[in-house]
């Protein structure tokens, strides 16, 4: 192993860590740009991949690639986690009198 995939590797682990951390929209944003933005640590090490030799690329592409697209499921698995727990507590957080509810259903089926 290269030390360019090792790189790819450490950075796909530090980038599970931090969006598995996170526990609402900003963290998980701050999650991404760490990895994903301008300085991000994927951005810098697709940068790198410029220089590597020749021979290198392929698999060091190929690796950098599939490390892009577990960090880009695992955002969205991550919001996904975030944003259903954001509706679950917007639900929750609604006093519906049953009464005026049943009335409600009852005069939307007549």
Known sequence: MSDFVRKINAALEEGK???????????????????????????????ELAILPREEKPSAGK?????KKIIT??????????TEKIAIEIINSINVNPL????LMIGHLC
Do not use: C, H
């Open 100 to 103: 005026l509810f049943l009335w």
């Open 17 to 47: 860590k931090s969006i598995l951390k996170a526990s609402d929209l900003p963290s998980l944003e701050s999650a991404k740009a760490a990895v994903f933005g301008r300085n991000g640590t994927i951005t810098l090490l697709s940068k």
């Open 73 to 82: 499921t695992l955002l969205n698995e991550q919001y996904n986690k975030i």
């Open 63 to 67: 690796a950098l690639n599939d490390a």
